[in-house]
């Protein structure tokens, strides 16, 4: 008896149920070795070789939900493989889109700068085209402010940068001293700017 020893009590419980014993579920292994030997239908050479089928065909039950486990374990791993992939490329999409938005948005802004530019220069050009003939000379004053010659500067059209530059050139080119260019600045500013320069130390309104 021997191999009733060696056998798990799951086995064991099938066993005695095949054999046709009833089976309580607080029986221990010892008991059901027991029950069964005990039984007036026990024959050792059947009861070992229905053992052996019984514990055969559990451990192929064991075998294929293993089996179906892993399979699941595969599936489910590239599935999340496959969605990571998914999301990664997602975002690397997004990511290039976003630049290729911020590449068109700075080509824009470049374009529209250098619009502006090449429009103050001819209005510059333009207004510098008519004849002055104090313009040329250093040391008369210029008989025609800045104003003439340059357009007012608008803050929501115009870039401030490009404007300072036109204006310092032009103030160059009407030979308009240092000192007297924040003067010839203010006629170009819209009011609202001017007002907060005069809110300045009268030494340092004057600093260009």
Do not use: C, W
């Not at 008896?1 to 149920?17: F, G, N, Q, W």
């Not at 990664?88 to 530019?117: G, N, V």
């Amino acid at each position: 008896m021997a191999y009733l020893a060696r056998s798990k009590k799951e086995d064991l419980v099938v066993l005695a149920e095949e054999l046709g014993l009833t089976v309580k579920k607080e029986l221990k292994v010892k008991q059901l070795h027991k029950l069964i030997t005990e039984s007036s239908s026990y024959d050792e050479e059947f009861t070992r070789e229905l053992l052996g089928s019984i514990k055969e065909e559990r451990e192929k039950k064991e075998q294929r939900e293993k089996e179906e486990r892993e399979q699941k374990e595969h599936r489910e791993k590239e599935e999340r493989e496959k969605k990571e992939q998914q999301r990664e490329k997602k975002e690397q999409h997004e990511k290039e889109e976003r630049e290729k938005k911020e590449e068109r948005e700075e080509r824009e802004r470049e374009r529209a700068r250098a619009f502006e530019l090449q429009k103050l220069e001819l209005e510059v050009r333009a207004a510098s085209a008519h004849p002055v003939e104090s313009r040329h000379i250093p040391d008369q004053p210029a008989k025609i402010r800045m104003h003439d010659v340059m357009p007012r500067f608008n803050p929501k059209e115009d870039d401030v940068s490009l404007f300072l530059v036109l204006f310092e050139r032009q103030a160059r080119i009407m030979n308009i001293p240092a000192e007297n260019q924040v003067a010839q600045l203010i006629s170009l500013l819209p009011p609202d700017t001017v007002q907060l320069i005069a809110k300045e130390p009268e030494e340092d309104a004057k600093k260009y």
